[in-house]
């Protein structure tokens, strides 16, 4: 039910996104964080040492294509997926993608990832033991 209020709130976004000039040129461009599903990957690591964290979140409609990843500079850091929706005609169907997140550490230290969900209360937490090499 989450995920028809999210598609329909992104779908009337995306509309209401659209602009058209005086020749009738449609231009339809809106950006959206959206709501991680998933995160699997290692819970440790050395320091300086990257760990890939793949990570599955919904894109609203075939319009949409994943930019990057934004986060939090202090931890805990909350990260979310930026979506990019360029077009005018889509249709209003969602579905997940999955993405590498990548994570490295200059410290040793515990450092704890929040991806931010459909409920803002409730992200998934990711916690990586980072160890000395």
């Known amino acids: ?10 779908l009337i976004v995306v509309i209401t996104a659209c602009s058209i000039d005086g020749n009738e040129n449609k231009y339809c461009t809106f950006q959206g964080q959206m709501a991680t599903t998933a995160v699997t990957g290692a819970d ?10 793949n990570v599955t979140f919904v894109i609203g409609n075939n319009c949409g294509q994943f930019n990057q990843f934004l986060s ?3 931890y805990p850091k909350s990260i979310v ?5 360029t077009g005018c005609e889509c249709d209003d169907k969602s579905y997940t993608q999955t993405k590498p997140y990548t994570f490295a550490a ?5 450092y704890v990832l929040k991806f931010l969900t459909e409920n803002e209360l409730s992200p998934i937490t990711k916690t ?3 160890t000395a090499e």
């Open 128 to 130: 990586i033991v980072v």
């Open 44 to 53: 440790s690591t050395k320091v300086n040492v990257p760990v890939n964290l």
């Open 72 to 74: 939090t500079a202090a």
């Open 106 to 110: 200059t410290a040793a230290g515990t």
């Open 81 to 85: 997926a930026l979506v990019d929706y």
């Open 1 to 10: 039910m989450k995920l028809k209020l999210l598609s329909l709130l992104l």
